[in-house]
């Protein structure tokens, strides 16, 4: 198999990590070069504000560090290597998502997606994106299994960012509105890219990974 560019996305909670390394573990098990790349590895070919404040640590000054221009690099080690590179949350969820939550018109969100896969183009990435059948009790069960400090830090997030404040909502209402809206515009940048859309994937973890491998093939 070629070298590929894996891109896992999906609002929070919605099986990212485990979908990335099950199929890490699928490929290298077959004999294939794979790695598969949490948001916060701290190698990670791509570094986001997003993934930084997260983590808690303090953003870089230079702005230069989270320059799109990680993207083109990432897209040519991926065309000159023999790696499938197994990315999650960094393309849609810390890098194009931000611009909605900071209130962004959906044309400028929609920008954003097209430059970042302008740039990621010549390493023919797929696209994978996991979507809950209901956002609310999706938002609900990752806030029950996760606990705290996480689900506090969630809520304070979504109270917090710009979109919700000036729909003047806060905690669980604001995150689950939040990701509402991302949705339909999810389903308009999908087409626009190779992509596969899996609902409720964790229903059927074997089936889900079998449909990635049939398209990574």
């Given amino acids: 198999m070629s070298a ?4 896992i996305e999906g609002m929070v909670g919605a099986g990212k990590s485990t979908t990335a390394r099950q199929l890490a573990r699928g490929l290298q098990d077959r ?11 701290p190698d990670h070919p791509i570094r986001t504000q997003v ?10 000054n230079d702005p230069g560090v989270y320059d799109l221009r990680q993207w083109n690099a990432l897209a040519d080690r991926c065309v000159r290597g023999t790696q499938t590179v197994i990315l999650e949350a960094a393309f849609l969820q810390n890098s194009v998502l931000p611009h909605l939550s900071d209130d962004a018109p959906p044309a400028v ?12 183009a010549p390493a023919a990435p797929l696209l994978i994106y996991l979507r809950p059948a209901d956002v609310g009790e999706a938002i609900r069960r990752v806030h029950a299994e996760r606990g705290e400090p996480w689900s506090s830090r969630n809520l304070a997030f979504g109270s917090a960012c710009a979109w919700a404040r000036r729909r003047g909502l806060v905690g669980e209402a604001a995150v689950i ?3 509402s809206a991302w949705e339909p515009i999810v389903d308009e940048l999908l087409p626009t890219m190779d992509s596969l859309l899996l609902v409720d994937p964790q229903r059927d973890w074997e089936r889900a990974l079998q449909r990635i491998d049939d398209r990574i093939r």
């Fill in 31 to 41: 004999g294939e070069d794979a790695r598969a790349y949490d948001e916060f590895a």
């Fill in 51 to 60: 993934a930084d404040r997260l983590l808690g640590v303090e953003e870089a």
């Fill in 177 to 179: 509105a939040l990701y």
């Fill in 4 to 7: 590929r560019l894996v891109l």
């Fill in 109 to 120: 969100v929609k920008d954003v997606f097209a430059d970042i896969a302008a740039r990621i």
